[in-house]
């Protein structure tokens, strides 16, 4: 059977906010929010743009969820983020109650995983989706940056 | 010698900032941020108000000193916060790179000491400045809420 909406479908469109973050010199993570199989929220990495180091990927995608479903709680959602979430994403889906958190590329030395960061007991995640493509987009994104400084 | 600007001084500003939240029907936290003894940014919770679990009080005085800055670190930075920070303000207190933190009440719950959320190395935190201040706040603020519900 064809599954057109499994975790590989929604991650390739994070990868896209990824790429969207990549084309405007951004450190290239992209997250979008899932209920039902339906989008309702998406988000890239800002932190230059906005000047903000707050401005992540995950942030706007949990702000833009909480407006589009008019309440703050991310009960039944999911969350696909091309790079597993630093302490302050992992701190902010805490309080979002989020059901479960899907992530590409592990992030070794800055994860909320390594680091600990506690989520929310009703919160599952797991990584390793698309993993390549999302670490592939972060080398090609570090080389090239390296290269024209 | 009298000492206008000390930590008592500033946390009074920031308690002014939480006891805003608290008109507003939100959990009275309050910060300021602090450059050369001159007030950048404050900011108040406000997650009720913007349905948004991201609002919190130090969020948005990081937000708002990185653009009185123009510049997203928070390098020679001290925020001043009415509760110690959670994960998710202490992750974004990490990637600014703020000099210091300076607390009021401890949150042995959700705070980022008993949690171990990573500071910068730069870093440097303390708390219990005007701390009864700071939690008979909030414990009127949930006494009150306890008895309107």
């Not at 592990?106 to 993993?131: F, Q, S, W, Y």
Request: aromatic share 8%; glycine share 8%; charged share 25%.
């Amino acid at each position: 059977m064809i599954e057109p909406f499994d975790d590989a479908y929604f991650m390739k469109k994070a990868l896209q906010e990824a790429e969207a973050a990549y084309e405007k010199g951004e450190i290239p993570v992209g997250a979008v929010i899932v209920v039902d199989n339906k989008i309702i929220a998406r988000g890239h990495n800002l932190t230059e743009t906005l000047i903000d180091v707050t401005a992540h990927a995950e942030m706007q995608a949990i702000t833009a969820a909480a407006n589009f479903l008019g309440g703050k709680y991310l009960k039944k959602c999911t969350l696909y983020v091309t790079l597993e979430p630093c302490q302050m994403c992992a701190g902010a889906l805490y309080w979002s109650q989020i059901s479960h958190i899907v992530y590409g590329a592990r992030d070794e030395e800055r994860g909320c995983i390594g680091l600990n960061t506690k989520l929310h007991p009703k919160t599952t995640i797991k990584g390793g989706v698309m993993a390549n493509e999302a670490s592939e987009l972060m080398k090609r994104f570090f080389i090239e940056k390296r290269n024209l400084n």
